[in-house]
């Protein structure tokens, strides 16, 4: 467990095949930042309805292995402002618990593994713009809202397979840049 009131929370962990269970890590939800980097997998260590992060920004990478790919499931995570994560090519699955999803640079690398996206609220573009760069590369991307997906600003995507649930009127807004299987 890592806490801070107020501050940024940085965490390294080196070495192959060293996982990383998440019991809680939280820190301010209005202006601090959660980095964790692993040279292994980055899992809940309960399969629980409580966020095991929770920060204003939250990025992870990891260079070897996956993201929420555990026994435990999806890492649970309160981002308020932006989410980036990057798996090096391996698989993602990520749930935020508490509100919107503020996507910023959510990644499997370029061999194509599998995004799994949730809010209970909406999942959101974080930079607010259209721009070139894509907000989420993926083999095969499977967002899940309740509110919306990329209704303020649509996700920009590079993704060959896209999988969208969403629960409310507002509909599935994303630009792919390459051509898709829509399911």
């Known amino acids: 467990t890592l806490t801070t009131g107020n501050g940024n ?5 080196t070495g192959a095949n060293n ?14 930042i959660v980095t964790i980097v692993t040279a292994g997998a980055i899992d809940a260590s309960a399969a629980n309805a409580t966020a095991e992060i929770a920060a204003a920004t939250i990025n992870l990478t ?17 981002a308020v ?15 935020d618990i508490v509100g919107n999803l503020p996507i910023g640079l959510v990644t499997a690398g370029t061999d194509g593994a599998a995004v799994t996206l949730t809010s209970v609220g909406a999942i959101t573009d974080a930079d607010g713009a259209d721009v070139a760069a894509d907000d989420i590369l993926a083999g095969v991307l499977t967002l899940t809202a309740v509110t919306g997906i990329g209704s303020g600003e649509e996700l920009e995507i590079d993704a060959t397979t896209l999988n969208a649930t969403n629960n409310a009127i507002t509909g599935v807004f994303v630009a792919n840049h390459i051509d898709i299987t829509d399911s």
């Open 9 to 13: 929370i940085t965490y390294t962990q």
């Open 19 to 32: 996982d990383l269970l998440l019991g809680t890590v939280s820190a301010d939800l209005v202006d601090d």
């Open 62 to 78: 990891t260079t070897a292995e996956g993201i929420g790919q555990g026994a435990n499931g999806a890492v649970d995570i309160n």
């Open 81 to 95: 402002t932006i989410l980036n994560a990057n798996s090096t090519g391996t698989a993602i699955s990520i749930d």
